[in-house]
Antibody, heavy 121, light 107 residues
């Protein structure tokens, strides 16, 4: 069964750092484009970041997190990460990792259940 | 950045109704448009990719159409399990973006 499971969320003060993990099973993280998407309380979906497959480390970020967040992966652990620095109250959200489908219009076809990040003093 | 505008933001419908949700892009995105269903407390689920292709395992009552800037998601005969929020998402270029969502509620 193809599965993604996020972890690492929690309560953090503004300005703090947090590292989210996304453990994959049934798929190989390095063979896929992988994304992070977040959803603030009662809000819509916001794409956060993507890491592309193959040997490179090509990545992209939403303007709202550029320079503060870093996406990466550990191929040996088949795990995706999101390092979040200088956190702001507006970063509070459920964070989902998702696989980007290789066919068609790059839809996200596998999602984890999400992990909640709360930034508050 | 490409802005995605969905309408309506919410609607009330009955089981058996035909439901249509529209999504408009701020610039042409060809067919780089996907549709998702999300239920409360759950992750989104991919329904339609590339504007009109049905994702594997998704019931055929769901369909998508459109190209360029205007897109439509149609549920032909609404079922009880279809009450949820629906999001469109463009994947044209390097920065994907989502519409604001359309909540389908029970009348």
């Amino acid at each position: 069964e193809v599965q993604l499971v996020e972890s690492g969320g929690g309560l953090i003060q503004p300005g703090g750092s947090l590292r989210l993990s996304c453990a994959a099973s049934g798929l190989t993280v390095s063979d896929n484009y992988m994304s992070w998407v977040r959803q603030g309380p009662g809000k819509g979906l916001e794409w956060v970041s993507v890491i592309y497959r193959d040997s490179g480390t090509s990545t992209n970020y939403a303007d709202s997190v550029k320079g503060r967040f870093t996406i990466s992966r550990d191929n040996s652990k088949n795990t995706l990460f999101l390092q979040m620095n200088t956190l702001r109250v507006e970063d509070s959200a459920v964070y989902y990792c998702a696989r980007v489908q290789k066919r068609g219009a790059y839809g996200m076809d596998v999602w984890g259940p999400g992990t909640t990040v709360t930034v508050s003093s | 950045d490409i802005q995605m505008t969905q309408s309506p933001s919410s609607l009330s419908a009955s089981v058996g109704d035909r439901v249509t949700i529209t999504c408009r892009a701020s610039q042409s995105i060809s067919n780089y448009l996907n549709w998702y269903q999300q239920k409360p407390g759950k992750a989104p689920k991919l329904l339609i990719y590339a504007a009109s292709s049905l994702q594997s395992g998704v019931p055929s009552r769901f369909s998508g159409s459109g190209s360029g800037t205007d897109f439509t998601l149609t549920i032909s005969t609404l079922q009880p399990e279809d009450f949820a929020t629906y999001f469109c998402q463009q994947s044209y270029g390097t920065s994907p973006s989502f519409g604001g969502g359309s909540k389908v509620e029970i009348k």
